[in-house]
């Protein structure tokens, strides 16, 4: 369910009672029939006794009209609630006890669908600062409300040297795992003059380790030195992930020092013995070593595990270079069965053709 429909729901909820064309709230004279909204159980009860409304709270049905605001922008009588609230004296002041009062209770999204009532009527930094919170808090336990924040973000960007929005831009961006795009957003918050928390430190060093690594990662095929510039002093922050030791040894071995990239599997191992990727390029480095019979047994079990045509192809080429041409022939026929098309597959039937 999306937010829309959520608040359809929230909104069918309510109780609204028709209110005659040239009746009064407070100094406004209502110049059509129109249905005010009352969201409170003790004015259901009265309305189920039917006992007389002359009772009613005009801040009753205040509180419905910033609830309705915040739960539907398109309401039919959201201009009239607007001239109503704005009317009635000290209704602003009313409603954010309100908001304070649901946030007391826990009842969170009561409370940020009625700030965001309010917001429709008092949009400023204070307003935002309070909901940004609501919705962040809101986000964390409901995916549903993320596209709400990142709503509000772009409305609050409008306003001229507001920082937090990026903030909270960010912290949704970094649970996408969109880590540049959080980390340009932190640093939007930072030149705009957001305050520089403990927090936000720990937040902005964090996203430049990962954004740094994932770089890194991206260079190792084509510029495994500069990678390894890179990814070396990232160790101590991500020493604790194998995934950092495998992407150094795949860069050492594109350099050719096996010795180094093997040392780095087994940082690797120390801390994950299961990583496929790992026990693969153990085999690799251990074939370019020309320990063939070592790298058979990384092979074997990689292969077991994925079934990959580029870790039978290499079984194979171990296996030749051991002159064990049963099981390189056992393993082409296996290699045929799954990709017969293969490149590498198609030379080395040619080559085992061309043997006979």
Known sequence: MDTKAYFSEKLAALLFLEIKKNSKIKDFTILEDI????????????????????????????????Y???????????????????????????????????????????????????LVIEENKENYDKIFILVDKLRLTNVMFKDEELRLVEKAKKISHYSNPYLYESLVLNSENKYDLALLALRNYIENGGEQTTDVIELKNELETITGFNKAKEMVPENPKGALEI????????GD????????????????????????????????????????EFGINYACLENYEVAINYFRKAFEVTKSIEICTNLIMCYINVKNFKQAKLHLDIAKKIDAKDEIVCQLEKLFTEGK
């Open 35 to 66: 249905y005010f909204p009352v969201r409170t159980n003790e004015i259901i009860q009265k309305v189920k006794k039917k006992e007389d409304f002359d009772n009613i709270s005009v801040n009753l049905f205040i509180q419905g009209m910033f």
């Open 68 to 118: 309705v605001l915040g739960a539907d922008e398109h309401f039919k009588y959201n201009e009239q609630y607007k001239v109503i609230i704005n009317t009635v004296p000290n209704s602003i002041g009313y409603i954010k006890g309100v908001i304070f009062k649901e946030i007391e209770k826990e009842n969170y999204e009561e409370a940020y669908i009625i700030l965001k009532g309010l």
């Open 231 to 238: 990814l070396i002093p990232l160790i101590d922050q991500l």
């Open 241 to 280: 992930r194998p995934d950092i030791y495998y992407h150094i040894a795949v860069a050492y071995r594109i350099l050719k020092n096996h010795e180094k990239a093997i040392y780095y599997l087994n940082e690797a191992v120390a801390i994950d013995k299961d990583l496929i990727e790992v026990i693969n």
